[in-house]
């Protein structure tokens, strides 16, 4: 490191002879990068923070590119009356479907989804049911034969109506599954809730869900476009309310943009007016301590000029992130939700380093040093420590790098560069601006003078003994309950709350609601593919029992089966069916479910593909409008739990076939699961990559062992005081802020590392003249860098607000371990005279 930074010292000297040429050839492309970074989006889809090969995120893609992924707008049409909203509906659609984008000259919608035929269907249901569920009937049918006989038998005798037990109690699973299937097959004719004072339009936009400007402008065309029909001329309570989940996701964006920008500003405004205000307070006491004939300037001309450190520590770290931000765009093209707050993090890490050059070039400066004596010594002092801090942080982000999970991987890319960027701006760029400022007076230094403090610092850091073992004595108990540190697998808790989604999930309420929700899919080959995926599915169902997490399985082939061998095996078991309806025990029997089997039975040819309703082929057809080769699996649990979605993703992750061939599963649950995985697999090995980065580092800068060691232990111990907080509180990790110890680990590396360095420049029992000056330094730069991640604690976004507080409370710990138990570790190794200041 050394030799790097003594091959770079030239470029000093021509930020001090050649300033114009410096700043500006800075500042021209400052904008060129600027521009491009003011092109990056915010990309949400968490498939995409899998690797592009992973055969989960390929299933996924072929899914779309074949079947489509298209998200509904849903209008709720709500009043007592549903005569009143059916009609306001169906003038609803007409007039959506002629509703224009003025943008495009386009319709906003291609199609609506509203009353559903159904007759035919109810006319169908048997030939479209399984066979497995066909023969769960004719077993249904059997006992309810054989309870009528019972029943019918002069000597029977009901025990269970004499012991009080509940009719309910009775109905078979056989007649409970039917009725589910026979609703999710047979859907009531309108989308409507119990009491059918609420139904639901869908609406199918022309336009992607990516393209956020087209949905602001549908949302709002759409607004008018309800005011103007008045609801109210209908029935004077109608109620009108869209959105949906395309809602949701247009507010998830807008949300995360909002809390990017104010976390940014929220975050660089305090930073930058504590740095003002620190600077100010030094400059103004180094002044006043230097010789009276020089005291020329009076407390206005320092407050006036109050506003210079910002601009000159400010200007070279905006073109640090307009260069890492302008490369991010032309390397990975958009930001993921991880990394959309990078902005206001490397802000409050980037800071530090024109904290550290600064506050030491005042030093200088207050010594008696001219402009470029004090720039040159300030880097020679000052610049190894900076280096080494920047590039340990740089490198330990950079093992990010490696992950496949792009969670990861581009936050370890966009923050290294922007770590390197920050340094060089700072260290290369800052000083043309120094000049400048010291050639227009902008800067007041005076050379001191006065010597002796105002309070005489004691000759030994105090309570050395304790601090130091009491530091350690806590870190023991909390590695001894470190195995209590948990991780949040809801998925639930980590997403934002919004409050215009929740009154319209309110106001809908329940409406047709299915056991049968968030369905996996296997994209097939060919159609003796589907139906061999499907028994090896039920397979594993069936191996599992009471643990499986496949709540079924279907594919359409199987329900509209076309070969002519599956058809005549259909219609022999429908016969079989309507055999056991004609027998004398249920014949006379008045039954809803009996009644829908009659209707069902009496069919004698196969459906044709082009009477099936649209509704129905939707869910099976692809884009090119044929019968799609693939099965749905819907779980049995809750996927709001990561811990399930990973059971699940595990049971049906992957299908092989009896030719060998391996077929994969795909859904967003899927994607999320893989994603967890893969994050937690990951985890360990990173951040252990991480601290063996840093220590080769800190080992190359100190040329020590026992001084690398003595360097980061402030590092270790803090890291486990934030541990300790974590668990007190109930702190939990998440695949969120999981991302951040890699972080933690580089920038709480930085104050060992100056405080021993600064120790070795000053010599024996100069603690606290260190404390004084890079204790100031250290203190100031980490709590700039809290500040950034600080901003985060103020976004709405629960994932990233854990981001900023387990980074705050990571980075605090460790400050406060080198500011308090390194100067004791130090004091009381003086004391035994284990001090040794040669680098061998």
């Known amino acids: 490191m050394h030799r790097l930074l003594e091959f770079l010292r030239p470029l000093q000297r021509v930020n001090y002879r050649a300033p114009y040429l410096v700043f500006f050839s800075a500042i021209a492309l400052g904008l060129l990068a600027g521009s491009f970074a003011l092109r990056l989006k915010i990309d949400t889809d968490i498939a995409n923070l899998l690797p592009p090969d992973n055969p989960h995120v390929l299933a996924l893609n072929q899914l779309r590119e074949t079947v489509g992924g298209e998200t509904e707008m849903d209008v709720a049409i709500g009043s007592p009356d549903f005569e009143a909203n059916r009609r306001f509906a169906e003038d609803l659609i007409a007039r959506s479907l002629e509703l224009y984008?003025?943008?495009?000259?386009?319709?906003?919608?291609?199609?609506?989804?509203?009353?559903?035929?159904?007759?035919?269907?109810?006319?169908?249901?048997?030939?479209l049911a399984t066979p497995d569920e066909l023969d769960q009937l004719i077993e249904y049918l059997d006992t309810r034969i054989e309870d009528a006989k019972l029943e019918a038998n002069p000597f029977f005798i009901d025990f269970e109506d004499d012991f009080g037990f509940e009719e309910e109690d009775q109905a078979p699973d056989a007649a409970q599954d039917f009725e589910q299937t026979y609703k999710d097959l047979v859907p009531s004719e309108y989308p409507v809730n119990a009491d059918s004072t609420r139904l639901v339009i869908k609406l199918f936009p022309t336009g992607s869900k990516s393209d956020l400007a087209f949905l602001r402008r549908m949302f709002a065309s759409y607004d008018s476009l309800v005011t103007a029909m008045a609801p109210a001329t209908y029935h004077p309570d109608m109620e009108v309310r869209f959105g949906g989940r395309l809602k949701k996701h247009l507010l998830e964006i807008d949300s995360i943009m909002r809390d990017v920008f104010n976390s940014f500003a929220t975050g660089v405004s305090s930073v930058l007016l504590l740095v003002m205000f620190y600077f100010f307070g030094k400059k103004y006491w180094n002044y006043r301590l230097g010789a009276a004939h020089a005291k020329t300037k009076g407390f206005w001309s320092h407050i006036v000029r109050a506003p210079v450190s910002i601009i000159l520590i400010g200007i070279p770290l905006f073109l640090s992130l307009c260069y890492t931000f302008g490369i991010t765009y032309a390397y990975l093209g958009v930001l993921n939700t991880m990394t959309s707050v990078l902005f206001v993090i490397l802000f409050g890490m980037g800071i530090d380093y024109g904290i550290h050059f600064y506050a030491r070039y005042l030093e200088k400066r207050s010594a008696g040093l001219d402009v470029e004596s004090a720039l040159m010594s300030t880097y020679d002092s000052t610049g190894a420590a900076v280096m080494t801090s920047a590039l340990t942080t740089a490198a330990s982000l950079f093992v990010l790098v490696f992950a496949d999970f792009r969670g990861f991987s581009e936050f370890g890319f966009i923050s290294t560069i922007g770590i390197i960027f920050a340094w060089l701006c700072m260290t290369f760029v800052m000083p043309s601006m120094i000049t400048l400022a010291?050639?227009?007076?902008?800067?007041?230094?005076?050379?001191?003078?006065?010597?002796?403090?105002?309070?005489?610092?004691?000759?030994?850091?105090?309570?050395?003994?304790?601090?130091?073992?009491?530091?350690?004595?806590?870190?023991?108990?909390?590695?001894?309950?470190?195995?209590?540190?948990?991780?949040?697998?809801?998925?639930?808790?980590?997403?934002?709350?919004?409050?215009?989604?929740?009154?319209?999930?309110?106001?809908?309420?329940?409406?047709?609601?299915?056991?049968?929700?968030?369905?996996?899919?296997?994209?097939?080959?060919?159609?003796?593919?589907?139906l061999e995926i499907l028994d090896r599915l039920r397979e594993i169902q069936a191996e599992r029992d009471t643990t499986s997490t496949i709540l079924d399985v279907e594919a359409l082939q199987e329900r509209f089966t076309t070969d002519e061998e599956g058809i005549a095996a259909k219609f022999d078991r429908i016969a079989i069916i309507r055999e056991q309806l004609d027998d004398p025990f249920l014949e006379g029997r008045q039954d809803e479910n009996l009644d829908i089997l009659r209707r069902a039975s009496t069919v004698t040819e196969?459906?044709?593909?082009?009477?099936?309703?649209?509704?129905?082929?939707?869910?099976?057809?692809?884009?090119?409008?044929?019968?799609?080769?693939?099965?749905?699996?819907?779980?049995?649990?809750?996927?709001?739990?990561?811990?399930?979605?990973?059971?699940?993703?595990?049971?049906?992750?992957?299908?092989?076939?009896?030719?060998?061939?391996?077929?994969?599963?795909?859904?967003?649950?899927?994607?999320?699961?893989?994603?967890?995985?893969?994050?937690?697999?990951?985890?360990?090995?990173?951040?252990?990559?991480?601290?063996?980065?840093?220590?080769?580092?800190?080992?190359?800068?100190?040329?020590?062992?026992?001084?690398?060691?003595?360097?980061?232990?402030?590092?270790?111990?803090?890291?486990?005081?934030?541990?300790?907080?974590m668990l007190l509180f109930d702190i939990k990790f998440n695949f969120y802020n999981l991302v951040v110890l890699p972080a933690i680990l580089g920038i709480g590396t930085d104050n060992g590392v100056h405080l021993a360095a600064r120790y070795l420049e000053e010599g024996p029992k100069s603690m606290w003249s260190v404390l004084k000056s890079t204790g100031q330094h250290v203190t100031i730069g980490t709590v700039t860098t809290m500040f950034g991640f600080m901003g985060l604690l103020f976004t709405n976004h629960p994932g990233l607000f854990s981001i900023g507080l387990t980074a705050t409370i990571g980075i605090g710990m460790t400050l406060v371990s080198a500011v308090t138990f390194l100067p004791a570790l130090i004091q009381f190794m003086e004391d035994r005279d284990w001090i040794h200041f040669d680098r061998k």
């Open 101 to 127: 984008d003025p943008v495009s000259g386009a319709a906003f919608f291609n199609r609506a989804e509203f009353r559903k035929d159904t007759e035919i269907l109810k006319d169908y249901a048997l030939f």
């Open 606 to 725: 196969p459906i044709r593909l082009d009477q099936l309703p649209d509704f129905i082929k939707s869910r099976f057809m692809t884009r090119d409008g044929e019968l799609g080769k693939f099965v749905m699996i819907y779980p049995s649990v809750g996927l709001s739990d990561g811990r399930n979605s990973m059971a699940f993703k595990n049971e049906i992750g992957q299908i092989t076939t009896s030719d060998g061939e391996g077929f994969w599963s795909a859904s967003t649950s899927i994607a999320a699961a893989e994603m967890l995985e893969l994050m937690q697999e990951e985890s360990p090995y990173f951040v252990g990559g991480t601290f063996i980065m840093i220590v080769i580092l800190v080992l190359m800068a100190f040329r020590s062992v026992r001084w690398a060691v003595i360097s980061m232990l402030p590092l270790l111990i803090g890291l486990s005081w934030a541990f300790g907080i």
């Open 438 to 530: 010291e050639r227009y007076g902008w800067i007041l230094s005076n050379e001191n003078e006065e010597s002796a403090p105002l309070i005489v610092a004691p000759h030994r850091y105090p309570f050395s003994r304790t601090i130091a073992f009491g530091g350690i004595a806590i870190t023991i108990l909390v590695v001894a309950f470190s195995g209590k540190l948990s991780f949040e697998y809801d998925f639930g808790k980590l997403e934002p709350e919004f409050p215009e989604y929740r009154e319209y999930t309110d106001f809908v309420g329940a409406m047709n609601q299915t056991s049968r929700r968030n369905p996996a899919y296997i994209m097939a080959n060919t159609d003796g593919q589907v």
